[in-house]
């Protein structure tokens, strides 16, 4: 039986007093529209519909490229006129399943029980009871049986005690959901064409409707202001944190920890409080990760341990640090920094696009930027690679066992022969066989005796 997913998202969202369309504000680092769209992407759709109006140029262009189809909503004269769009677009038979781009938790489970309970002959609504009902359109019930839904707005006082709410997610039959959203009309408080109104007219015709309620109000919350959105934003944060715990990782604060993105763990691993974890992050047994780090888009090895207050960033090219490294207070490791084994990078040093071998060292405020180093390198405090020269970028090898004193400036492209040693306070422009002691500094003189100079009065 064909199925088609349609999405709303053409209204305002005036509330969110933002110039983005509403659907493109982000819940855990994605767009609210790609998590309806990821949600449902594996239920068996012959069209996915996203309908746009407000912003369409942004919203389209933002998520094109997905397998969906716009239908543009122009002007948006309410919920049921945004169906009546669609309709030259919708796979005839079956069902459709209607959803909110601005509900971005609904779950996969509820959305496929939906289509299942609708099999193309029933209009299934997606219901729920909220202590304060305020706004939503109300489920008038007579016994058991549903019987129309009621706008808040339109609503008697009576009405408006009754406490189950359509969610805005229901799924109908296509065929006569094309029929009925034809037969819509707008004489309501709104002056809007209301999809709830075909309830109504299914009930008319004995089609049966069946209302499913959820006990999950997360996974139908919308977002309608910058609040909403937050506080959505944090409900989702303490069920990936939940999540992560009954796989066993251990945080520190569930309330204290951001995921935007997907985080795998491996056992025993620790996480303090404030950390943000974006993209693609892996973080091997035992890994231990202390306050403050924001980690994107990085493969953490092993019982490696990554101090406060770290920023890891791998952006597209990604990052990685060996097994049993360890990584700050106060590290910066950017895109292409290889880190092997038992690396260690201390307070104030910056690594990118460099592979450091095992055992190699770079303790204090020290740059390392498009260096291969060799295995147990010890890479003094304050020392640069002079890696740009205004136009291009060159490469600094350094081999195994090199010790490079403090404050030493490597001027690539140039190499260090293994065992080599650097004094501190070099500029090294030229390569360095191995084996041998470079020192490239101005020589020390010392005056005996020396006066300094005397203020004058
Ligand atoms: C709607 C329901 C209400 C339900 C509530 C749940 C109607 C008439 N009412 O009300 O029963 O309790 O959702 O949140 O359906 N949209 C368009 N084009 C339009 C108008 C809206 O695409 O012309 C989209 C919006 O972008 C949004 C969705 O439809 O994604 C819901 O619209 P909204 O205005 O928020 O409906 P509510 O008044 O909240
Ligand atoms: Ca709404």
């Known amino acids: 039986m064909s199925l088609n997913i349609v999405v709303m998202a053409a209204g305002k969202g005036t509330r969110m007093k933002s110039s983005l369309p509403k659907v493109l504000h982000k819940l855990a680092g994605r767009a609210l529209l790609r998590h309806v769209l990821a949600n449902t992407a594996s239920l068996q759709a012959d069209a996915r519909i996203v309908i746009t109006g407000h912003g369409a140029d942004q919203v389209e262009a933002a998520i094109g490229g997905e ?115 034809g037969q819509l009309d707008n004489k309501n408080a709104q002056g809007e064409y209301y999809l709830t109104d075909i309830v109504a007219m299914a009930v008319a015709e004995g089609v049966p409707v069946v209302g499913v309620k959820t006990a999950d109000e997360t996974e139908v919350l919308g977002v309608n202001s910058p609040s909403q959105l937050a506080h959505l934003e944090r409900r989702f944060q303490l069920v990936q944190a939940e999540a992560l715990m009954t796989a066993g990782v251990r945080l520190a604060d569930p309330s204290r920890f951001d995921l935007r993105g997907t985080l795998h763990c491996g056992k025993d691993v620790e996480i303090d409080v404030n950390c943000v974890f974006e993209g693609e992050v892996t973080l091997g047994d035992g890994v231990r990760i202390g306050a403050n780090c924001v980690i994107r888009n990085a493969t953490i090895g092993a019982g ?73 390198v010890n890479y003094g405090a304050g020392s640069i690679t002079a890696n740009y020269d ?41 390569d360095v066989e191995p084996g041998g002691l470079a020192v490239a500094r101005g020589r020390q003189t010392v005056i005996s005796g020396w006066s300094r100079p005397k203020k004058v009065k």
């Not at 136009?391 to 004193?405: L, Q, S």
Request: proline content about 3%.
């Open 67 to 181: 397998g969906v189809r716009f239908v543009r909503q122009e002007p948006q004269l309410g919920t049921g006129h945004a169906i009546q769009q669609t309709v030259p677009a919708l796979t005839a038979g079956g069902s459709t399943l209607i959803l909110s781009g601005d509900t971005p938790l609904i779950s996969t489970a509820t959305t496929r029980a939906l289509v299942e309970a609708c099999g193309g002959e029933r209009l299934v609504l997606l219901t729920i009871e909220y202590a304060d009902p305020t706004g939503y359109g109300r489920i008038v019930r007579d016994g058991e049986q549903v019987k129309a839904i009621v706008e808040h707005k339109d609503a008697s006082d009576e009405q408006r005690r009754l406490r189950e709410c359509y969610t805005g997610i229901m799924a109908a039959p296509t065929e006569a959901l094309k029929r009925w959203v």
């Open 304 to 376: 490696a341990r990554i101090h406060e207050f770290t920023h890891i960033d791998g952006e597209a090219a990604g990052a990685s640090v060996g097994e049993g490294a360890l990584i700050g207070p106060f590290a910066r490791l950017r895109p292409g920094a290889k880190l092997g084994a038992e690396v260690h990078i201390g307070n104030f040093v910056e690594v990118k696009n460099s592979t450091l071998a095992k055992g190699a060292k770079a303790n204090h405020l020290a740059y390392l930027g498009d260096a291969t180093v060799g295995e147990r």
């Open 390 to 430: 205004g136009a291009n970028k060159h490469r600094t090898t350094i081999g195994a066992d090199v010790h490079v004193g403090s404050n030493c400036v490597l001027v690539a492209p140039v190499t260090l022969g293994d065992g080599a040693t650097i004094g501190g306070g070099s500029t090294i422009t030229k």
